[in-house]
């Protein structure tokens, strides 16, 4: 494989957290951001306005029941009780009894409706980063760690979770009672109301500064979880066991893993805490409030004055707790608000990466099912990036339907990304590929996937059955199918020879199989699939020589009758190759067929002679 696609080290760490186009240096979050992060937000609920206005009318119910209290407690201390009239007073406790029931259902239906609303809208996001990712070159993959991925996916996405089902409805839900709590104060006493409204300001100065302290704290965070998942996604798999384990380095890993995960720890207690202090002051000022008008209303009182009735104090008073409770949650809920911004704008970026490979508007429809598999590389040139050079240049090829060609060459040459080109895995930058004359630009994904097989070098399986891994190629493909191209990847045996079977679980990355037997199981799922061109990727370079000639036999049953570009690592497996093509630093230096290029004691003759003392080149 070409050194420019090769993967990162295992367990490297990036503090910069890469990005589809190279480390991305963090930079400060301006109001314009929290502004447009707002406004996506608020997009996300769109689809379900409906079920949104009617939470909110529930929401709204509820605090208008909730105020009902205080004013039959008012009617019960200045009328019932000094006029002793029980039908009233019955009245009046029946009527809060009352109140509390039918604001209790409400609140379990606004509950039912918020949650219902929050996950789909988390289902929805989940699903659209998903998407967008599998819509992303390989060198995407290439270039982003295996963790940082699925990190941004569980831990940012998971985290989120609170804001989106239950967040912005306790944020409404409490914004709605102080309203309506704030008017009845109004109604009951002007005065009093705006004496308690004088300290609103400096609350919610109060709760942007924490919610930016925290939010700063959060982002930090983040990084750190995604570098935890980094380590575990590398370092627990199994081939990162292996490699820990033959390499002695568990000790340095744990070791790695403690100090990410304590680093985590004292930004969680930071974030906890962040502004504390500042919160405990307003709850404090909230619960010295009523214990002030009593004061007041006293003091008047006793100075010969008549500020308010009793029952009008009681009202208040109860209504200044009632405030105290949804102005807490409203001041922390915002703080909790500005912090998950953090994570919002993690996944937005995931998002607004670039589609390097665009999906064609309008696709020229080729059927896999007739498509001839002629393959043409027209004056293709390629680079990964401007600063290593091209990794092709000018490379001018025609595979004819049915025919056989080879790629040759040292490591680093373009042999692989050559290949790579012909499945559209990146876009060339100069030049065309095209298969029947279609720019592969120009087709679909489907039909793209189903024109072209790829058997790498390395053999990748899923932790699930042997025949969930062949259906993957082709799901609705029946038993007899999957023991056909078995068969004919000479696998079948082995196979039904397991405990279970096709049903037998491979396990991880197909650990429980020999690379030779991984390598058959491949050739069968592409069998499956059937595509009229095929790419070989160095398909039996890792494999000892008994092991190859079984492998081969299979690739040369999986070659017949379709159009074959076989990336060759042992010469000899390529020798009966139509053409073959040799490659020195993306440049198509000798093409001919072997006896051509072996008369011509060039690059290949050095090749195979190389083959033939045993120097096998490097993969």
């Keep these: 494989m070409d050194a420019a696609v090769a993967t990162k080290e295992p367990f490297a760490m990036d503090e910069t957290n890469p990005t589809p186009s190279g480390p991305r240096p963090v930079r400060a979050i301006t109001k314009s951001d929290e502004s447009l992060d707002l406004r996506r937000i608020v997009a996300l609920f769109r689809p379900y306005s409906r079920r949104v206005a009617m939470v909110a009318g529930l929401i709204f119910l509820s605090a208008i029941l909730g105020l009902a209290q205080p004013f039959l407690i008012r009617e019960i201390v200045d009328v019932a009780l000094p006029d002793r009239d029980t039908t009233l007073l019955t009245w009046l406790v029946l009527g809060m009894v009352g109140a509390a029931i039918i604001g209790s259902a409400l609140d379990v239906g606004q509950t039912l409706l918020s949650n219902t609303v929050g996950q789909r809208v988390m289902h929805d ?7 967008h990712l ?15 991925v699925q990190s941004r996916i569980a831990n940012d996405i998971g985290g989120m979770q ?17 309203a309506a709590t704030l008017t009845a104060m109004l109604f009951l006493d002007w005065r009093l109301a705006l004496a308690t409204l004088a300290v609103v300001p ?4 109060l709760t942007r500064t924490v919610g930016r302290m925290r939010r700063k704290i959060v982002t930090q965070r983040q990084k750190r979880l995604a570098d935890m998942s980094a380590i575990v996604e590398e370092s627990l798999s199994v081939s990162g066991i ?3 384990r033959t390499m002695g380095r568990a000790p340095d890993l744990v070791s790695r893993f403690a100090d990410s995960s304590s680093t985590v720890a004292d930004l969680e207690v930071r974030s906890a805490m962040a502004g504390r ?16 008008v009593y004061w007041i209303a006293g003091y008047t009182s006793a100075n010969g004055g008549t500020f308010v009735t009793i029952g009008t104090l009681v009202a208040f008073t109860t209504l200044q707790t009632r405030l105290l409770m949804p102005m807490v949650t409203l001041l922390r809920l915002g703080v909790e608000v500005q912090s998950s911004l953090a994570l919002f704008t993690r996944v937005f970026e995931y998002l607004d990466t670039p589609i390097d490979v665009r999906e064609p508007e309008h696709p020229v429809r080729l059927d896999p099912a007739t498509a001839r598999g002629a393959v043409r590389f027209e004056h293709v040139s390629f680079a990964y990036d401007e600063r290593s050079g091209k990794t092709l240049d000018d490379i001018d090829l025609e595979v004819p339907a049915g025919g056989t060609l080879a790629i040759v060459g040292e490591t680093g040459s373009g042999k692989t990304t050559l290949g790579y080109l012909v499945g559209r895995m990146y876009d060339v930058d100069e030049g065309r590929v095209t298969i029947d004359g279609v720019d592969v ?20 399986l899923l932790h699930s059955s042997v025949g969930d891994n062949l259906r993957f190629a082709k799901p609705d493909a029946t038993d007899d199918e999957l023991v056909e191209a078995a068969k004919a990847a000479q696998i079948h045996e082995l196979i039904a020879a397991l405990p279970d079977g096709y049903d037998t679980v491979v396990g991880e ?3 429980r199989f020999s690379g030779g037997e991984k390598q058959r199981l491949a050739i069968a799922r592409a069998m499956l699939r059937n595509p009229p061109v095929l790419v070989l990727d160095e398909a039996t370079s890792a494999l000892d020589t008994r092991t190859e000639h079984a492998v081969q036999q299979a690739l040369e049953r999986l070659s017949e009758d379709r159009t074959t570009i076989a990336i060759a690592h042992r010469l000899s497996t390529v020798r009966d190759a139509d053409r073959i093509v040799v490659l020195d630093k993306g440049r198509i230096v000798e093409q001919g067929s072997h006896d051509e290029l072996l008369a011509l004691s060039g690059h290949y003759a050095a090749l195979v002679e190389r083959d033939r003392e045993g120097q096998t080149l490097p993969a």
């Excluded at 599998?134 to 940082?148: C, D, I, V, Y």
């Excluded at 630009?441 to 990748?460: F, N």
Aim: aromatic letters at 12%.
């Design 125 to 131: 996001l989940r699903t659209k980063v998903y998407d």
């Design 134 to 148: 599998q819509k992303m070159s390989l060198a995407f993959f290439t270039r982003t760690r295996s963790g940082e």
């Design 202 to 205: 400096l609350f919610v100065w």
């Design 242 to 244: 292996v490699l820990t």
């Design 509 to 511: 990355r197909g650990y």
């Design 162 to 178: 609170g804001v989106v089902t239950s967040t912005v409805t306790s944020l409404v839900s409490s914004f709605t009672t102080v």
């Design 441 to 460: 630009r120009d087709l679909s994904q489907d039909d793209r996937s189903g024109l072209v097989g790829v058997v790498a070098q390395e053999t990748y």
């Design 277 to 292: 202090w500042r919160m405990a002051s307003v709850q404090v000022a909230f619960a010295a409030m009523p214990a002030l």
